[in-house]
């Protein structure tokens, strides 16, 4: 469930007109519930209250500040993969022991940067990795809390490229090798071993290739503990999939996924971590973009949005599928029309959705919605084709704020600078 519904025909964020928002701010932006981010976030906590647990929302799906400092008040941690996402989630408010560090190639200075702000733990992906950690924090007299990546060698089954978890992936820790590279992390003056981290995939849609992952993680920790580690905490990663067509797909709900969890792991009296991006910001968000064109073409006809591969880039770098909703509902009976809905870039990728059928009727000056856009949509855009970067805004029941303002054009081409000799 989302907080984006028809009322009198017309789609609101929470209390407030989507038309309302998009007069004031202009087309495209995305827009975000403050009451879906927190009912999601709140799912999780709910799905693992039984354990002791942190649920650390994933900074790469969603990164704005007002965001981070929303689901941060509401208990939050955050789990970030760079040192500027640190930096977003210590700016938002969010205490260095509820941040969690991720990434298969952290630099020494995001590790300094870390360990000088405090962090929760660092989630280390190869031997070369631990032996750098070590010795930054054995450099400033500190000493790392660690978890290492184990990659489990499961099927996903998701994507080829958000799946994480196959042998063949560039991620984590073969878990057979495992044994030894704890051996190698206890024996490093500048590490303290605290935990396993494991992260397969993104939109999974099933909970089976989960349970095959803790279920070797379990074992793992059996052995881990027999080898006299002090394994406290469990790191799931994130992953758990959102209905992008509400039509035909329904994965699994937190509540399922937190009892797999409870099932798998919840005998070994560890502090549960989890991950999640996608779904606590993915259908919290929605991406409003106006009709140009209605361009009839040969065979097929297109509809010519203001919106483009820049802003939302998951339909070209994925294929992947965002329903699409008139702003103004269409009548009752309405017939539809199949359309490829595409934006202004000078690129064929540039294409939204293909023979998607749409209600008849839609013309210049009409609003869309793209929906489930609050994940991977943002945080990816760009200003190719110098378009202004599209801001974002924030709904709370019936007031919304700009938290990311659209740059004007001076802000955008005065960024470059003319060396001298030119
Ligand atoms: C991307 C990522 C996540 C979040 O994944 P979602 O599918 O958005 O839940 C969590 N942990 C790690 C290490 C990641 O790379």
Same mark, same amino acid.
């Given at each position: ?42 799912? /999780? ?78 989630? !280390? ?17 500190? !000493?790392?809390?660690?978890? !290492? ?15 994480? $978890?196959?042998?063949?992936?560039? /991620? ?14 206890? $024996? ?9 981290? !494991? ?66 792991? @919840? ?9 999640? $991006? ?40 994925? @294929? ?103």
């Amino acid at each position: 469930m989302d907080h984006f519904l028809y009322r009198n025909g017309s789609l609101h964020a929470e209390d407030v007109p989507v038309s309302e928002i998009a007069a004031a701010v202009g087309t495209p932006f995305y827009c975000y519930s403050s009451a879906t981010l927190e009912r999601h976030f709140r799912l /999780f906590q709910e799905a693992l209250a039984p354990l002791p647990n942190l649920v650390c929302f994933a900074v790469k799906s969603n990164s704005n500040q007002a965001v981070l400092r929303l689901l941060g008040s509401l208990g939050a941690g955050m789990d970030v993969v760079s040192g500027g996402e640190y930096l977003r989630a210590k700016a938002a408010g969010v205490p260095g022991d509820r941040i969690v560090f991720s990434g298969v190639g952290k630099t020494r200075a995001e590790m300094r940067q870390a360990l000088a702000g405090g962090v929760r733990q660092f989630n !280390v992906e190869s031997e070369p990795e631990l032996v750098a950690l070590s010795e930054v924090a054995a450099g400033m007299g500190l !000493v790392a809390p660690i978890a !290492v990546r184990v990659n489990p060698d499961v099927d996903a089954r998701t994507h080829e490229k958000i799946a994480t $978890g196959k042998s063949e992936n560039k /991620f984590g820790i073969p878990i057979a090798r495992a044994r030894q590279v704890y051996a190698q992390a206890a $024996g490093l003056p500048g590490i303290e071993v605290v935990g396993i981290d !494991v992260h397969i995939g993104s939109q999974l849609t099933e909970l089976d290739p989960f349970r095959q992952a803790f279920a070797k993680v379990e074992e793992l920790t059996r052995a881990l503990r027999q080898d006299g580690h002090d394994i406290r905490r469990l790191d799931l990663g994130g992953g758990l999939g959102i209905p992008y067509e509400r039509s035909n797909s329904a994965p699994p709900l937190p509540i399922e996924y937190g009892r797999m969890i409870q099932e798998t792991l @919840g005998h070994l009296d560890c502090e549960i971590e989890i991950e999640p $991006g996608r779904l606590i910001s993915g259908n919290a968000g929605i991406l409003v973009s106006e009709v140009i064109y209605v361009k009839d073409g040969e065979g097929r006809d297109f509809l010519i949005i203001d919106a483009a591969m820049n802003d939302l880039m998951r339909p070209s770098l994925y @294929g992947a599928h965002h329903d699409i909703i008139p702003v103004l509902e269409a009548a009752p009976g309405t017939a539809r029309r199949p359309l490829d809905v595409v934006g202004p870039v000078c690129e064929t990728g540039d294409t939204f959705a293909r023979q998607r059928d749409l209600p008849e009727g839609l013309s210049p000056g009409d609003l869309v919605a793209f929906r489930s856009a609050g994940a991977y949509g943002a945080v990816m855009a760009s200003e190719y084709n110098t378009r202004p970067l599209v801001p974002e805004v924030l709904v709370s029941g019936d007031q919304f704020a700009v938290i990311r303002p659209r740059p004007t054009f001076d802000e955008i081409i005065n960024r470059d600078t003319i060396p001298p000799w030119l």
